[in-house]
């Protein structure tokens, strides 16, 4: 189904609705969609009734040039009138990469709206000045090659170590997926939802009193560093490090991801 929020169509799918089980809507990460969460969400059916979405610009959602509505607050926004008219109860969020950056806007946002947070290959902002202001300028470097070699950018994308998936992960074609996003939009994202853009979050996070799960593949030790340093700061967190996984913990491993999720859950039951 498409749903209209500010003048753009944002493509959603509800994969099924059983009475009784949490509902639960994934965020994909940049240059992803549906397609590339929906191996997880089929899994994740034995234990949620799951929501997947094309976030702004990706996938079959509306490609807007403009940068500023990538901004958190906008987005946020948007997501917002989603759920209002999905009158979902028992609402757990999960995201990827920057999808899980966005997720923890929207949570912090509208704590009440959810009962949980599940967080995968991903961090709270960047707080050092000089930090944010070398990833803005990547950011921006990125947004440029988009828009001058769209081909070239997604070999440079593809090819980077960040995305290398260990022997035993499954197989999955990510680049089909890339390939399909539109260049201009791509660039917008980055400009309004990079690392380097987006809210530091973290101390806001500290004091959120929700269940959190954080997932992390082995072989990608950026984010396994990155997420235990989220873990000791939030309060009530569960951390799961995901053998034979790379960055996309939810393409290599999602049964692992769903083993870890079905224990999370029942410790709240």
């Known amino acids: 189904m498409k749903l209209y929020c500010n003048s753009a169509a944002y493509y959603l799918k509800i994969k099924q609705r059983q009475t009784g089980k949490p509902n639960l809507l994934l965020l994909h990460g940049f240059m992803g969609s549906i397609e590339g969460i929906t191996p997880l969400a089929e899994r994740l059916k034995s234990i949620f009734n799951p ?72 961090h709270c902002g960047l707080q050092d000045p000089d930090e944010r202001k070398k990833r803005w300028d990547l950011d921006e470097q990125r947004a440029n090659e988009i828009e001058e070699n769209f081909d070239l950018f997604v070999k440079k994308w593809a090819s980077l170590p960040l995305f290398n998936s260990p022997d035993e992960a499954q197989d999955f074609d990510y680049l089909s997926i890339i390939k399909k996003q539109s260049p201009y939009a791509m660039a917008a994202s980055l400009r309004g939802f990079g690392a380097g853009t987006a809210p530091f979050v973290c ?24 997420m235990r340093e989220m873990h000791h700061l939030f309060p009530d967190s569960k951390f799961f490090v995901t053998p034979g996984a790379g960055h996309r913990v939810h393409v290599d491993q999602p049964e692992q991801i769903e083993t870890f999720l079905t224990n999370f859950l029942e410790t709240y039951d």
């Not at 959602?61 to 940068?67: F, R, Y």
């Not at 906008?74 to 990469?97: H, P």
């Open 203 to 226: 101390d806001q996070m500290q004091q959120l009193q929700k269940p959190i799960g954080l997932i992390a593949g082995k072989s990608d030790e950026k984010y396994v560093d990155k």
């Open 51 to 122: 929501i997947i979405i094309d976030l702004l610009g990706h996938g079959r959602s509306d490609a807007v040039s403009d940068s500023r509505r990538y901004e958190a607050a906008s987005q946020v926004d948007d997501l917002k009138s989603i759920l209002s008219r999905l009158r979902l109860t028992n609402l757990w969020l999960y995201g990827y990469s920057m999808g899980g950056r966005l997720a923890q806007n929207l949570i912090l946002d509208s704590p009440d709206s959810f009962s949980g947070l599940i967080l995968e290959s991903t």
